[in-house]
């Protein structure tokens, strides 16, 4: 369980400091329209990492008990096949917001 633990948490930590970056040089930019922009491209993209990142740390996380394995396998469709699904919904509206 520590393994997987540092498995997921680590990957975590990465991209929770790359996004702090990110809003470092964002609130850089002087012009409030570029800002804006760049929000919108990196919160449209912030859902995804989130879905992504908590459902792997519950698949991870869930003892392999067999109480649990329903639990287990609707988190398994929902990383492998909801969140392919929604991805281009969340994009397009992004897109739609910088046009």
């Known amino acids: 369980i520590i393994l997987s633990f540092l498995d997921v948490v680590f990957p975590f930590l ?44 519950i698949l991870y996380m869930l003892p392999r008990t067999a109480p649990l394995r329903q639990l287990n396998k609707m988190f398994s469709f929902s990383y492998s096949v909801l969140r392919p699904l929604t991805s281009p919904l969340i994009y397009s509206l992004r897109n739609r917001g910088i046009k």
């Open 14 to 57: 990465f991209t929770l400091a790359s996004y702090v970056c990110i809003i470092a040089a964002i609130l850089r930019i002087p012009s409030s329209m570029g800002r804006h922009k760049a929000f919108s491209t990196c919160s449209s993209h912030l859902p995804m990492v989130i879905v992504f990142c908590e459902t792997l740390i």
